[in-house]
């Protein structure tokens, strides 16, 4: 099960800004980095942010994540139909040790 | 950079399978690497997680005792035993590799599909 806790759909219009929210706890993401990951429909997960706020290489700066204590966030800037995916954060728990993912965020374009 | 998963199928309630991961592109040795599957339209699972020399391994409570993680640093590959198979494990299973000295997955494989049935 996810202990991380994420809105399950957000949406707005072409051009918009939405925000995805991730909560989790002080064994999480109250120690560890967040990661964030994009799926489009029918593909792999892709990495989209780590260590909280880096982008990976060919990742576009309209995307960009922080994190305060034991929530995070990702915002998605100037909003594209090609942005449509399913949005998932992920980070380490150090009381269980396992890796945890939120329970996902399918953005809608409008 | 690339991994490719292989090894998936149709097996009955109780059987087995193991799955393959070939990586190329990179020191496949200098990597932790993770599996992690998606049952059908639901979210992402974390299965399990193994150190770059393999002397350690992380698990699932879902998957724990019934799959093992393991990997031939001089093959470049890493693998999944799965055991004991329940209709609830039915998903698709990726292999991912980590970033340096980190538990994000920073590549992942297009997946390969499990399906439990009778």
């Not at chain 2, 690497?33 to 639901?42: D, K, T």
Request: charge should be neutral; proline fraction near 4%.
């Amino acid at each position: 099960q996810s202990v991380l806790t994420q809105p399950p759909s957000v949406s707005a219009a072409p051009g918009q800004k939405v925000t995805i929210s991730c909560s989790g706890s002080s064994s999480n993401l109250g120690r560890n980095y967040v990661a964030w990951y994009q799926q489009l429909p029918g593909t792999a997960p892709k990495l989209l942010i780590y260590d909280n706020t880096k982008r990976p290489s060919g990742i576009p700066d309209r995307f960009s994540g922080s994190k305060s204590g034991t929530s995070a966030a990702l915002g998605i800037t100037g909003l594209q139909t090609g942005d449509e995916a399913d949005y998932y954060c992920g980070t380490w728990d150090s009381s269980l040790n396992v890796y945890v993912f939120g329970t996902g965020t399918n953005v809608t374009v409008l | 950079v690339q991994m490719v998963e292989s090894g998936g199928g149709v097996v009955q309630p109780g059987g087995s399978l193991r799955l393959s991961c070939a990586a190329s592109g990179f020191t496949f040795s200098n990597f932790d690497l993770h599996w992690v599957r998606q049952a059908p339209g639901q979210g992402l699972e974390w299965v399990a997680f193994i150190w770059y020399d393999g002397s350690n391994q992380y698990y699932a409570d879902s998957v724990k005792g019934r799959f093992t993680i393991s990997r031939d640093n001089s093959k470049n590959t890493l693998y999944l035993q799965m055991d004991s198979l329940r209709a609830e494990d039915t998903a698709v299973y990726f292999c991912a590799k980590t970033g340096p000295r980190s538990y994000y997955m920073d590549v992942w494989g297009k997946g390969t599909t499990v399906t439990v049935s009778s």
